[in-house]
């Protein structure tokens, strides 16, 4: 079967509050069904708040330090997506704050899309490495519902699955 590949947003086209563009390579036909796929943006005022010891209304920002030793500071309003969440940290930014507040795992996990409960590793480095390597997990998920729409159309995989279901029946039957 023939591959094909396409570079998605997240943030675009999947809702998650951060700018995250990715190559994804699947079968054409499941390739298609996600690029059909448009989910509302969602901004990163829209998952986390400000954190508590720093005054909500001057917590306008979020930035980043460059990578790959670029030590240049980019700012993003919480009003648009995060910046790519990586295993470097993000922090918050503030014209009224004398230093910068840095995100923590959880609300990174916030960033990603991870459910609340989600179990983070104990440790901070692991935790930032694991979540900035993750795909987001509603991401993972109309991944897996486009190529299970691609299996259920398929006739070739629907006969097997009979001929599979057929001789379980005739090997209980043996058994008896």
Do not use: M
Request: glycine share 4%; proline share 8%.
């Amino acid at each position: 079967d023939a591959l094909d590949f396409e570079i998605f947003d997240f943030g675009r086209q999947f809702g998650v509050p951060q700018s995250r563009r990715r190559v994804l390579v699947s079968r054409p036909d499941a390739i298609r069904r996600l690029r059909d796929t448009h989910v509302p943006s969602v901004t990163v005022q829209d998952v986390l708040s400000p954190p508590y010891h720093a005054p909500q209304q001057h917590c306008t920002q979020l930035f980043s330090v460059g990578g790959h030793g670029n030590k240049n500071l980019s700012l993003r309003p919480v009003c648009d997506a995060s910046f790519t969440v990586t295993r470097n940290a993000l922090y918050w930014a503030s014209p009224t704050c004398p230093r910068f507040l840095k995100l923590s795992p959880r609300e990174i996990a916030t960033l990603q899309c991870f459910p609340s409960d989600h179990e983070l590793p104990d440790r901070k480095g692991t935790a930032y490495r694991l979540l900035g390597n993750a795909i987001p997990p509603s991401v993972a998920e109309h991944c897996v519902a486009a190529a299970r729409d691609c299996v259920d159309g398929n006739e070739e995989i629907a006969s097997l699955r009979a001929r599979v279901a057929y001789l379980e029946a005739r090997l209980r039957a043996l058994e008896r």
